[in-house]
């Protein structure tokens, strides 16, 4: 039995002060309205952010300063998404009275943490743009059609999942996974009749089991030193369980070609 002393000097310094809150709440926010902002609402029925957004930029004054190329939300993608956290970065700052400089360099550090993923989706885009030009994509299906004739749809997506299994572990970034491999694995179910939803759903579920496992997993490596939990430890205490999530996904993903 592990036992922890917290000394009440500790348990006060432990909590949230007024600035540190003020921040959560803009941190809950920015995801709320991102999640917003990617829904089809138009496509749903829901018309009203279309009607503000016209209404906003036909504004005489602050529709200028807005823009006639402002999105509605539920029309949004990266380029709005990647605005909207970098205007709730610099207003967490500004909450949290950070200087210009501590306030820039944390934006550096930031940025350095995801400069691997950002060149990592480049790399693939650039590899996808390589197989495009040089006929090399449709050479690959051509392959895969000759391959998968009579392969049902049950037997194709448990072989996509198991591809995806080892994938995740050799690149654990899922932008720059789906950049590399979709562009050939959708097209290719399409000739055994699963839809590329199901692909992505493999794909989705190969990729989550294996972050929580995988030692190329920044966050996993980074939790486990946090918490002084050795990989092999935490192998011993997940496994059973990771082994029940893939034979679950498995399962759901053979099912789902059924429907």
Not at 171 to 192: H, K, N, R, Y
Not at 214 to 236: C, D, F, N, Q, R
Request: include cysteine.
């Amino acid at each position: 039995m592990l036992s922890i002393n917290v000394t009440a000097s500790q348990e006060v310094n432990a909590a949230l002060t007024p600035a540190q809150k003020r921040v959560l709440w803009v941190f809950v926010f920015t995801f709320i309205l991102m999640i917003c902002s990617f829904i089809p609402w138009e496509d749903l029925g829901v018309t009203i952010f279309v009607q503000f957004n016209d209404w906003l930029i036909g504004l005489p004054i602050i529709g200028q300063a807005v823009g006639s190329s402002t999105a509605a939300l539920g029309t949004w993608y990266f380029p709005e998404g990647a605005m909207l956290f970098g205007i709730a970065g610099i207003v967490v700052g500004l909450i949290y009275g950070m200087s210009e400089e501590r306030l820039v360099k944390a934006f550096m550090f930031g940025a350095a943490d995801i400069f691997s993923v950002a060149l990592i989706c480049a790399i693939a885009r650039g590899i996808q743009v390589i197989m495009n030009d040089g006929m090399i994509t449709a050479t690959i299906l051509h392959m895969g059609e000759a391959g998968l004739k009579g392969l049902s749809p049950q037997v194709f997506i448990v072989l996509t999942y198991l591809f995806y299994l080892p994938m995740s572990f050799l690149i654990p970034s899922t932008s720059g996974l789906a950049g590399a491999s979709m562009g050939v694995m959708a097209p290719l179910a399409e000739f055994v009749n699963v839809p590329a939803s199901l692909v992505i759903t493999a794909f989705q579920a190969a990729s989550g089991v294996l972050n929580l496992v995988a030692p190329t997993s920044g966050i996993v490596m980074g939790a486990l030193a946090l918490g002084h939990v050795e990989i092999g430890t935490w192998y011993k205490f997940v496994g059973k369980f990771i082994a029940g999530i893939v034979v679950v996904s498995v399962a759901i993903l053979v099912i789902a070609t059924y429907f």
